[in-house]
């Protein structure tokens, strides 16, 4: 990335941002995902179709080699798996015109302005505090801060048919703002979910990091979502 680029975005944009109100209170991005509350009635939604797989020629490597993968314009992130924690979420991109700007139940949903895997900088994704999606992270936090969970794997899967595999490093508890997962330069996962039912309530922050990726069966990458509106 070009200096100028990489200065507005590591200086620039998180002065900007945070002085337009993306902080995790009030009504920012961040007081949408709601913890433990009653369910909502369902209203069903059509299945949201998994992204095509892009085609590609990919050649392996020689034995003993490991390959890295390149990064594609398209690429985009479909499916989020913490198994220590029994979470296994397709993700997709919420459609404020279609499905309203409060973050739709049953799917994980990913910030379009943040980064994808293999870019080098955060990828950021958040859901309800709610069963079935991430309660677990919520839960886990409570116990010694969490602790427990560093170096457990977040597994996250690509539209391009890769499973990038990261570390937890941090848990990051009472949060109110995005500043340091937009200022993050290194290749990270951010997973977040709010503490509490309000609005206000502060936000959780699991951050993992790269450890490694691979190729990944194209039926594990590309789950069907069934969004589901949660008032």
Request: some cysteine.
């Amino acid at each position: 990335m070009d200096t100028i680029g990489a200065r507005f975005r590591l200086r620039l944009l998180p002065a900007l941002l945070t002085a337009a109100g993306v902080v995790l209170l009030g009504t920012g991005l961040l007081s949408y995902t709601s913890a433990i509350e009653q369910p909502p009635p369902p209203l069903s939604l059509a299945s949201f179709e998994p992204l095509p797989t892009i085609s590609t020629t990919v050649t392996l490597p020689p034995p003993g080699e490991t390959v890295e993968p390149t990064f594609p314009a398209d690429r985009v992130v479909t499916r989020v798996v913490v198994r220590r924690l029994g979470i296994d979420l397709p993700i997709m991109l919420q459609n404020d015109d279609e499905h309203g700007a409060f973050p739709l139940c049953d799917v994980a949903l990913y910030l379009p302005f943040m980064g994808q895997p293999g870019q080098g900088r955060a990828t950021y994704l958040y859901a309800h505090a709610r069963e079935g999606m991430f309660l677990p992270l919520l839960t886990e936090s409570r116990r010694n801060g969490g602790q427990r969970m560093i170096g457990w794997t977040v597994e996250v899967y690509t539209s391009d048919d890769w499973k990038f595999l990261y570390k937890i490093t941090e848990v990051r508890r009472h949060t109110k703002s995005l500043v340091a997962a937009i200022e993050a330069d290194w290749e990270s996962v951010w997973l977040q979910t709010s503490e509490g039912p309000l609005e206000s309530s502060t936000k959780l922050q699991v951050v993992a990091d790269f450890d490694s990726a691979e190729r990944a069966d194209p039926a594990d990458a590309h789950p069907k979502a069934k969004p589901r509106v949660c008032t």
